[in-house]
């Protein structure tokens, strides 16, 4: 049977056998009935998006297009980071796209976060960050962060919560307008983008291209990349049918590590030890989407692959990685009454099927091949009690193939299937105007991917690792008036088999293993705050409280790596004008323990704390908008991401520096 065929099984079997959708016209209850006044909206998007703050749930911060305008921040990155708060590590292999942390995960941050854009997932079956980079910003409509297990809606690797980009949709008949961005600043960094749209009659067509390049802050680490990307959609009546396709290309040398003397020294220095290193990528991606409404169903259905090659050179070894990654989404949702109550029902299939190939990594030349399939379908209700209360519940189950054979491994051939499930459970209670009380319950997981079930990595050859389990409850109030809003959340987790890299003993040899955990936790407390000080001068704080620990024999009560237990941000935004604006920020954060360090309880080594601010100004002249913009602006040396040499080679801690002060200059036309 085809995969095409199981989805529309699946999805008509379910809805056939589902009381809800079997009410009768007669049987529907009005919903004016239920109260004297007029309840509330319930707002229905089959890809479950929200359109402003006061429609997002309170766990959910909505970054919106007009957000993203006044910032003047043209990375993803920066979005995320200084507008989300989402504690944030530059990549590795590149500076364009970071590792975001949303609840203490450290070194599997990026494993344990799902990542959509347009309903598409572009997180990896590997232990590498989503590229996301090639989506320009000006294309950009929303940009959604939900904290917290979320493996109901997106399956394996939700356990920290979800980031979601919306791109913007034009009209039919829409009018030509675009923009066209251009940067300049530190470190020979030179930037150009332009995201156009257009409509003529039914069709509309929107193309958007980038491209950049720069030495960045250390030496032999300089980065070109570049992306094309398009969509073509018709659109008639309820339905609307699109095809988007595009092209991204990355050059990036790597430096290495330092030591903490060399850091000292230098920190822009890169180490002679390995000058060749370097990592390319090239991807190509298209999805066929089919959005609608069928009488009282609103359906949406996204068709994906994405095609992506990684060459490099690490120390003396080349290879390439191949992946291959297909997906169908499909989802249907409906609107009722029942029993005087007003629901959203929706009815998901997630279908994936990602192969990498892997060629001589290691001398000596090796070959792998890994595969990973998945089946997957879930259920959510949102109901709406009366005009203070909503519930919300879903589950997912789902099926999952993973396969691997190498050439360098004894057991050269290891497959499985696992069955796994997610669950949810929200209750949201209006008191008043102001105030409203939230609770969830859930329960989320992440299967081990391509690197953590290597087989140099992994304890037994002839194994895979087990995945991993997450329970969370969260409580929470949202705080809502005319000029301020404030969040406060309250979260515990308790994880079952987490996957870590720790020391390990392959047989009389002590060595660093993916190996799962037996118990962790996080306790954690988040405070959002966002307020009109006068009418020209906003306030913005948030604070985080994470304790992020290991429960696991002999390392019981032990931090995660890579998780600072404190970290706030303070932002001050003053218009002197309607065209003219001012931004401060000032980010700070605990110390934190070394990244893959779980040697002792006391470990060798810390990343200490840092503060650091940031200066912006803005001018708009009519369509156009100039800012300028200074990071690090008291030239604060410092490193936020270090990690423990288990054979001390060339020493104990690896350092990879944060830059020093830098500059930029923007300029952004749009007509």
Known sequence: MSIMKKTWIS???????????????????????????????????????????ELAPPAVTLITREDIDKSGYTTISEIIEKLGFVATRQGLSGTRDATYDLRGYGGTASSNLAVIVDGVRYSVKEQAAARISAVPIQSIEKIEIIRGGASVAYGDGASA??????????????????SLLLSTGSYGYNESSFSGSAGVGPWSFSLDHQQSNTRNYR?????????????????????????????????????????????????????????????????????????????????????ARNDQLNTFRL??????????????????????????????????????????????VFPPAFFANISQKSNALFVTDDVLVNETLRLNAGFRVESIDQFREDTSSPDDTVSRNVDLNAFEFGVSKKLNDTYTLFSKLGQSYRVPNADDNEPFSR????????????????????????????TVRLFFAKLKDEIIAAPFDFGGFLGIANVNLDKSERLGVELEHVSDLTNDLELRAAYTYLDASIESEPLDNVRVP????????????????????????????????????????QGVGHIPGFAVADL????????????????????????????????????????????????????????
Do not use: W
């Open 616 to 671: 912006a100004f803005h001018r708009t002249f009519g369509k156009a908008k100039v800012s300028l913009s200074i990071n690090n602006l008291f030239d604060r040396s410092y490193y936020s991401q270090a990690y423990f040499n288990f054979f001390g080679n060339p020493a104990p801690v690896g350092v990879y520096p944060d830059p020093e002060r830098n500059m930029k200059l923007t300029a952004r036309f749009d007509f």
């Open 161 to 178: 919560g979800v980031i979601r980009i919306t791109t913007r949709s034009p009209e039919a008949e829409s009018k030509p307008e675009g």
């Open 315 to 360: 120390g003396g070894a080349t290879g390439e990685r191949s992946l291959l990654d297909d997906q169908i989404m499909a989802s249907l949702s409906r609107d009722f009454n029942a029993l005087g109550l007003a629901h959203q029902l929706t009815v998901g299939v997630h279908l994936q099927d990602a192969t990498y190939d892997t060629v001589s």
């Open 459 to 486: 304890p037994f050859a002839d194994k895979f690792i087990n995945p991993q389990r997450a329970k969370e409850v969260e409580f929470g109030v949202n705080r809502t008036a005319p000029g301020n809003r404030q």
């Open 11 to 53: 999805l008509a079997c379910t809805i056939a056998c589902s009381p809800a959708f079997a009410l009768t016209d007669a049987e529907k209850i009005e919903l004016s009935k239920l109260d004297s006044n007029n309840l509330p909206a319930v707002v229905v998007h089959s890809h479950q998006t929200f359109e402003s703050d």
């Open 219 to 303: 030496r032999n680490n300089g980065e070109k990349f570049d992306s094309v990307g398009g969509t073509i959609r018709y659109l008639t009546g309820a339905h609307q049918v699109g095809l988007r396709l595009g092209n991204d290309n990355s050059e990036v040398r790597l430096p290495n590590q330092l030591t903490l003397q060399q850091f000292k020294d230098d920190p822009r220095q890169a180490p002679n030890s390995n000058p060749n290193n370097f990592s390319n990528i090239q991807r190509d991606s298209a999805s066929l989407f089919f959005k609608g409404q069928l009488g009282s169903y609103e359906y949406d259905l996204n068709l």
């Open 562 to 601: 890579l998780v600072p237990s404190h970290r706030a941000q303070v932002g001050l935004n003053y218009d002197f004008s309607e065209d003219t604006r001012v931004d401060f920020l000032l980010s700070a954060q605990s110390d934190q323990r070394i990244g893959g360090d779980l040697t002792t309880p």
